[in-house]
């Protein structure tokens, strides 16, 4: 067949325009995203064609589908061709030099390596190294780091990119590709919400299939002739989806020995009767069939492989008597095989190598995949991960299970938990692998999918594993219980995972410490309809248990150790911080210290229920650092999650709503895991005025969930609901929402939760009329707080008392009650609550004929609302300050140059209605949730028609 050109980049030349403009003005990061096929490489390489010539180091990494377990191996084996761009030793960053191990290729172009870390500090190494990448690639600059397939990385190389990313040196482009459908973590390329960096280029290009217009120009520039016909372009767009790769596969299978249509003219009907996959099949079929035997023999052994392969591999696999060079050179030419960096050959696509394995004879594949498993014993180390591949294709079954067991621990114990989870879900999948094999890997994947952050799959093995019979009963009882904690955290199903680990725990007797770890998990009192009583019982049977078992097991110690200072913070006792400082840092085992980073991201969520705010942020960095280390991604996840609603409460609500929004997109399976999110979403909208979103957001955070509700959140999504049923004027509506929380609160004994929601519920009370209802409940309170560690709870209790005493016309009381509520948020860093803390002192004073000093209060509460974004509250300040005849002294912001009804500019106050407007919200709603007359708003509205140009309110959209 004769060969077909590469075409241009028909339908890319916006997008390769964009990509070039952003990484030849660095620092610059560039994410391309796109399915198989679509065209992510040949975008990337034609911008580094371009680039060649500029001067600028092109380094490029590559991530595998069948990968080891080699942290970071991507970018390293990208920058074993930095050394001609390099200054000499003596002028580079001496951290560099830890690079020296790595990177043995470059050895005389580094400075001497550094003094090692501390003793069993892996977090020194960790950002040693990460230090020598961005200085090393600081020295190479101008240079452009490309790291493909970014969907196959290993965690390792996700964090370095993430701190590449973050702070990138000056003269460096950094572009990754990723395919959105095959992430680990969906919507997540690096594994955790992505940032602008500061003062950097960033873009992200999302690249489409082709349309109608673009298949036949690409038609016709791979056939190097005029335009083809409207109607094959469009059968052919239909029947390859747009899909560059595949377009071009089906074209090439379509002509003839001359390059040419059979009969010289594209007939649309020649695309109907086979589809896509069959068409790629028959162009592959066709581009072999003119092969050389060695040539062919090549191209076989590099399908097997599957991954890119040097000479000497592939001719080992081949098995070919003869050298394979000219065999090898002969498929390079008819563009079968591509080469790969570092004298590696591969297909061009993982669509072509499928379609080429699928066409080889099932014996001789079987013969290939052996003589593969016998080239790759001979390396060091062996590729454990390939091996299990190619002896499961093999049909060699015993090898399959060691190779495959080895592979996972040997992934587990280099912190990449996903890769194991995989291996072994893989393994348990197959019907081959043999019954007495199943138990041991069914109790390892339990042990690593409870670290994990997927889930789904891991759930759905576990279940039918445990469906039949063949497990022990200790094996049975230890996955069960380790099912019940992948319900209860990851999944977010807490009462399904509650029966588990209870049902777990008959088989358990015998093991004791396995059984402690389970009633550990049910001592966790933020869950269930149990008395805090019962989860302190748990917590000691848990204790006891260990004592036996405490030096056999220090994971299990860990476990359960983890448990008991999360139990600590989570009622504020006085000796939680005491006992958090006894958590074993830096064990050396990474299994012990996994525990280590989920007790401190759940001592980050709880310090921040409690007030405790520095020493949560300080909770977060740690569980941050530890989670990284040893690939605990479901700690990290929690810490990322906690954060969100860390940064609410202390009023850093720039871009908050942004990561609160995405954290829900991507747990639609696991709301419970988003329910600090929702939360955060239904008060930021709450503070913004917009009632409908509130409503559905602090509802989705549980507080109607009775059985498997976080309470800490569900107690403060009550509080909000309360307050906006009271905004509405619905009286019974909140307080059937306050006595519902104040129940559950009762019920289980730890009124440190109720922070947020006492306050509301006393409020709802008093404007029912019900005050001694009120004074019991601001009693109950006190005493349920009473000898704990809980600063918000302490603000609260004053919030309520101050409310109580100006309902019973005690203001000088409610004046100080209020304004200590509000120097406690102050000391705590929490603006939101002082300013409305702030706000109730001015009503009192008020009372008092301060009129003055309740204006100046105001005024300063309002400036605040405005400065965070919370529309709702700043009108209702300037309401007040309009009611006492105060004016509004408050700062709203620069008026556009040109006055007021310049085109195109709006004032703050227009903002706040369009916002409004474009939520679908009704004038009447508007002067609602901005304290203004029905005629303002509509002279408001009316003036934003004007200057956005549109004529009707459905055309308006949010400002930014």
């Given at each position: 067949m004769t060969s077909v050109d590469s075409p241009a980049m028909v339908g890319r030349e916006a997008a390769l325009r964009a990509l070039l403009d952003a990484i030849t003005r660095p620092p610059a990061v560039a994410l391309v995203e796109g399915e198989a096929g679509i065209g992510k490489t040949r975008l990337v390489r034609a911008a580094i064609d371009v680039l060649r010539d500029g001067g600028r180091t092109v380094l490029l990494g590559h991530c595998h589908q069948l990968r080891e377990p080699f942290p970071y191996g991507p970018v390293l084996d990208a920058l074993r061709h930095v050394a001609a761009a390099l200054p000499a030793a003596e002028a580079l960053n001496p951290v560099t030099g830890a690079l020296r191990g790595y990177l043995p290729e470059l050895a005389g172009h580094l400075p001497p390596s550094p003094p090692p870390p501390p003793v069993d500090d892996p977090r020194a190494e960790r950002h040693r190294l990460f230090r020598a990448v961005h200085a090393l690639l600081d020295a190479a600059a101008p240079a452009v780091l490309v790291v493909e397939d970014l969907h196959w990385a290993d965690d390792g190389t996700r964090d370095l990119l993430r701190f590449l990313t973050h702070q990138p040196p000056e003269g460096l482009a950094l572009v990754m590709t990723f395919r959105r459908e095959d992430l680990p973590v969906p919507g997540l390329p690096l594994g955790h919400a992505y940032r602008h960096p500061p003062g950097a280029n960033s873009l992200v290009i999302s690249l489409k299939p082709l349309d109608v217009e673009a298949v036949r120009t690409l038609t016709s520039t791979l056939l190097g002739r005029s335009q083809v016909t409207e109607d094959f372009a469009a059968r052919l767009r239909e029947r390859t989806a747009g899909v560059p790769f595949l377009i071009e596969e089906v074209v090439r299978s379509l002509l003839d020995g001359d390059g040419q249509f059979p009969g010289g003219v594209e007939e649309p009907e020649s695309l109907d009767h086979i589809a896509v996959p069959l068409l790629l099949r028959e162009a592959m079929a066709e581009q072999l069939a003119g092969l050389s035997p060695p040539a062919l023999h090549a191209v076989h052994a590099a399908a097997v492989l599957k991954v890119p392969a040097d000479e000497r591999l592939i001719a080992a696999v081949s098995g070919a008597a003869a050298p394979t060079g000219a065999g090898l050179l002969e498929v390079l030419k008819a563009g079968v095989l591509l080469e790969h960096p570092d004298g590696q050959y591969g297909f061009r696509h993982a669509l072509a190598q499928q379609a080429v394995y699928d066409a080889i004879p099932g014996p001789d594949r079987q013969l290939t995949h052996r003589r593969a498993m016998a080239a790759l014993t001979a390396l060091d180390p062996p590729p454990l991960v390939q091996l299990a591949y190619h002896a499961r294709c093999a049909g060699e079954y015993e090898a399959w299970r060691q190779h495959g067991g080895a592979a996972a621990d040997q992934a587990a114990a280099l912190g990449d938990v996903p890769l194991a989870v995989e291996l072994l879900e893989g393994m348990l999948a197959d019907p081959k692998l043999p019954r007495e094999a199943r138990g041991p890997l069914a109790l390892q994947l339990?042990?690593?999918?409870?670290?994990?952050?997927?889930?789904?799959?891991?759930?759905?093995?576990?279940?039918?594993?445990?469906?039949?019979?063949?497990?022990?009963?200790?094996?049975?009882?230890?996955?069960?219980?380790?099912?019940?904690?992948?319900?209860?955290?990851?999944?977010?199903?807490?009462?399904?995972?509650?029966?588990?680990?209870?049902?777990?725990?008959?088989?358990?007797?015998?093991?004791?410490?396995?059984?402690?770890?389970?009633?550990?998990?049910?001592?966790?009192?933020?869950?269930?309809?149990?008395?805090?009583?019962?989860?302190?019982?748990?917590?000691?049977?848990?204790?006891?248990?260990?004592?036996?078992?405490?030096?056999?097991?220090?994971?299990?110690?860990?476990?359960?150790?983890?448990?008991?200072?999360?139990?600590?913070?989570?009622?504020?006792?006085?000796?939680?911080?005491?006992?958090?400082?006894?958590?074993?840092?830096?064990?050396?085992?990474?299994?012990?210290?996994?525990?280590?980073?989920?007790?401190?991201?759940?001592?980050?969520?709880?310090?921040?229920?409690?007030?405790?705010?520095?020493?949560?942020?300080?909770?977060?960095?740690?569980?941050r650092r530890i989670a990284e280390e040893t690939g605990a991604l479901y700690p990290a996840y929690l810490v990322e999650v906690s954060s969100i609603k860390l940064d609410w409460l202390t009023g850093r609500w720039d871009g908050l709503r942004e990561r609160a929004a995405a954290v829900v997109e991507v747990t639609p399976e696991a709301p419970l895991l988003a329910v600090d999110a929702q939360l955060v979403l239904g008060m930021l909208a709450l503070a913004r005025g917009e009632w409908?979103?509130?409503?559905?957001?602090?509802?989705?955070?549980?507080?109607?969930?009775?059985?498997?509700?976080?309470?800490?959140?569900?107690?403060?999504?009550?509080?909000?609901?309360?307050?906006?049923?009271?905004?509405?004027?619905?009286?019974?509506?909140?307080?059937?929402?306050?006595?519902?929380?104040?129940?559950?609160?009762?019920?289980?004994?730890?009124?440190?939760?109720?922070?947020?929601?006492?306050?509301?519920?006393?409020?709802?009370?008093?404007?029912?009329?019900?005050?001694?209802?009120?004074?019991?409940?601001?009693?109950?309170?006190?005493?349920?707080?009473?000898?704990?560690?809980?600063?918000?709870?302490?603000?609260?209790?004053?919030?309520?008392?101050?409310?109580?005493?100006?309902?019973?016309?005690?203001?000088?009381?409610?004046?100080?009650r209020h304004g200590q509520a509000h120097a406690a948020y102050e000391a705590m860093r929490r603006p939101y609550g002082a300013a409305r803390e702030a706000e109730a002192e001015a009503g009192a004073r008020l009372e008092l004929d301060d009129g003055e000093a309740a204006a100046e209060i105001i005024a300063r509460a309002g400036e605040r609302y405005t400065g965070l974004g919370a529309t709702h509250d700043a009108a209702r300040c300037r309401h007040l300050l309009r009611e006492i005849g105060a004016g509004s002294p408050m700062h709203e912001g620069r008026k556009a140059r040109g006055g007021r009804k310049a085109r195109g500019v709006l004032s703050p106050r227009e903002s706040e209605v369009a916002r409004l407007v474009a939520l679908g919200q009704t004038n009447r709603e508007i002067a609602v949730v901005l304290f203004l007359s029905r005629r303002t708003v509509d002279t408001h509205v009316a003036r934003v028609l004007q200057k956005l140009g549109v004529r009707t309110r459905y055309e308006v959209c949010p400002p930014p």
């Amino acid at each position: 067949m004769t060969s077909v050109d590469s075409p241009a980049m028909v339908g890319r030349e916006a997008a390769l325009r964009a990509l070039l403009d952003a990484i030849t003005r660095p620092p610059a990061v560039a994410l391309v995203e796109g399915e198989a096929g679509i065209g992510k490489t040949r975008l990337v390489r034609a911008a580094i064609d371009v680039l060649r010539d500029g001067g600028r180091t092109v380094l490029l990494g590559h991530c595998h589908q069948l990968r080891e377990p080699f942290p970071y191996g991507p970018v390293l084996d990208a920058l074993r061709h930095v050394a001609a761009a390099l200054p000499a030793a003596e002028a580079l960053n001496p951290v560099t030099g830890a690079l020296r191990g790595y990177l043995p290729e470059l050895a005389g172009h580094l400075p001497p390596s550094p003094p090692p870390p501390p003793v069993d500090d892996p977090r020194a190494e960790r950002h040693r190294l990460f230090r020598a990448v961005h200085a090393l690639l600081d020295a190479a600059a101008p240079a452009v780091l490309v790291v493909e397939d970014l969907h196959w990385a290993d965690d390792g190389t996700r964090d370095l990119l993430r701190f590449l990313t973050h702070q990138p040196p000056e003269g460096l482009a950094l572009v990754m590709t990723f395919r959105r459908e095959d992430l680990p973590v969906p919507g997540l390329p690096l594994g955790h919400a992505y940032r602008h960096p500061p003062g950097a280029n960033s873009l992200v290009i999302s690249l489409k299939p082709l349309d109608v217009e673009a298949v036949r120009t690409l038609t016709s520039t791979l056939l190097g002739r005029s335009q083809v016909t409207e109607d094959f372009a469009a059968r052919l767009r239909e029947r390859t989806a747009g899909v560059p790769f595949l377009i071009e596969e089906v074209v090439r299978s379509l002509l003839d020995g001359d390059g040419q249509f059979p009969g010289g003219v594209e007939e649309p009907e020649s695309l109907d009767h086979i589809a896509v996959p069959l068409l790629l099949r028959e162009a592959m079929a066709e581009q072999l069939a003119g092969l050389s035997p060695p040539a062919l023999h090549a191209v076989h052994a590099a399908a097997v492989l599957k991954v890119p392969a040097d000479e000497r591999l592939i001719a080992a696999v081949s098995g070919a008597a003869a050298p394979t060079g000219a065999g090898l050179l002969e498929v390079l030419k008819a563009g079968v095989l591509l080469e790969h960096p570092d004298g590696q050959y591969g297909f061009r696509h993982a669509l072509a190598q499928q379609a080429v394995y699928d066409a080889i004879p099932g014996p001789d594949r079987q013969l290939t995949h052996r003589r593969a498993m016998a080239a790759l014993t001979a390396l060091d180390p062996p590729p454990l991960v390939q091996l299990a591949y190619h002896a499961r294709c093999a049909g060699e079954y015993e090898a399959w299970r060691q190779h495959g067991g080895a592979a996972a621990d040997q992934a587990a114990a280099l912190g990449d938990v996903p890769l194991a989870v995989e291996l072994l879900e893989g393994m348990l999948a197959d019907p081959k692998l043999p019954r007495e094999a199943r138990g041991p890997l069914a109790l390892q994947l339990s042990r690593l999918a409870a670290i994990g952050l997927s889930h789904r799959r891991a759930v759905r093995m576990l279940r039918h594993l445990l469906s039949d019979d063949f497990l022990s009963r200790e094996v049975r009882g230890e996955a069960r219980l380790n099912l019940g904690v992948l319900l209860a955290n990851q999944a977010g199903a807490i009462a399904e995972g509650r029966q588990e680990v209870l049902a777990a725990l008959p088989d358990l007797e015998d093991r004791p410490g396995i059984a402690a770890r389970g009633l550990a998990l049910l001592a966790m009192p933020a869950y269930g309809a149990e008395p805090i009583a019962t989860h302190k019982k748990w917590m000691d049977q848990a204790e006891s248990l260990l004592v036996s078992v405490a030096d056999e097991n220090p994971e299990l110690t860990a476990t359960v150790h983890a448990n008991k200072v999360t139990f600590a913070m989570l009622v504020g006792s006085p000796d939680a911080f005491a006992l958090a400082g006894t958590l074993p840092v830096n064990d050396p085992s990474a299994a012990v210290r996994r525990q280590v980073a989920r007790a401190y991201s759940n001592l980050c969520d709880a310090a921040t229920a409690l007030g405790h705010y520095g020493p949560a942020d300080r909770f977060a960095g740690e569980g941050r650092r530890i989670a990284e280390e040893t690939g605990a991604l479901y700690p990290a996840y929690l810490v990322e999650v906690s954060s969100i609603k860390l940064d609410w409460l202390t009023g850093r609500w720039d871009g908050l709503r942004e990561r609160a929004a995405a954290v829900v997109e991507v747990t639609p399976e696991a709301p419970l895991l988003a329910v600090d999110a929702q939360l955060v979403l239904g008060m930021l909208a709450l503070a913004r005025g917009e009632w409908e979103e509130a409503e559905e957001r602090l509802a989705a955070a549980g507080p109607r969930e009775l059985d498997s509700a976080f309470l800490p959140v569900a107690a403060a999504a009550s509080g909000g609901l309360v307050e906006l049923h009271l905004i509405r004027g619905s009286v019974d509506a909140a307080l059937a929402e306050a006595d519902s929380a104040v129940t559950r609160l009762r019920r289980k004994g730890v009124w440190v939760w109720g922070e947020q929601v006492v306050p509301a519920a006393v409020t709802a009370l008093l404007k029912a009329g019900r005050s001694d209802q009120a004074a019991e409940l601001v009693a109950e309170f006190a005493a349920g707080i009473e000898g704990t560690d809980a600063p918000a709870a302490e603000a609260a209790l004053e919030s309520a008392h101050g409310a109580l005493a100006g309902a019973e016309g005690r203001f000088e009381e409610a004046a100080r009650r209020h304004g200590q509520a509000h120097a406690a948020y102050e000391a705590m860093r929490r603006p939101y609550g002082a300013a409305r803390e702030a706000e109730a002192e001015a009503g009192a004073r008020l009372e008092l004929d301060d009129g003055e000093a309740a204006a100046e209060i105001i005024a300063r509460a309002g400036e605040r609302y405005t400065g965070l974004g919370a529309t709702h509250d700043a009108a209702r300040c300037r309401h007040l300050l309009r009611e006492i005849g105060a004016g509004s002294p408050m700062h709203e912001g620069r008026k556009a140059r040109g006055g007021r009804k310049a085109r195109g500019v709006l004032s703050p106050r227009e903002s706040e209605v369009a916002r409004l407007v474009a939520l679908g919200q009704t004038n009447r709603e508007i002067a609602v949730v901005l304290f203004l007359s029905r005629r303002t708003v509509d002279t408001h509205v009316a003036r934003v028609l004007q200057k956005l140009g549109v004529r009707t309110r459905y055309e308006v959209c949010p400002p930014p």
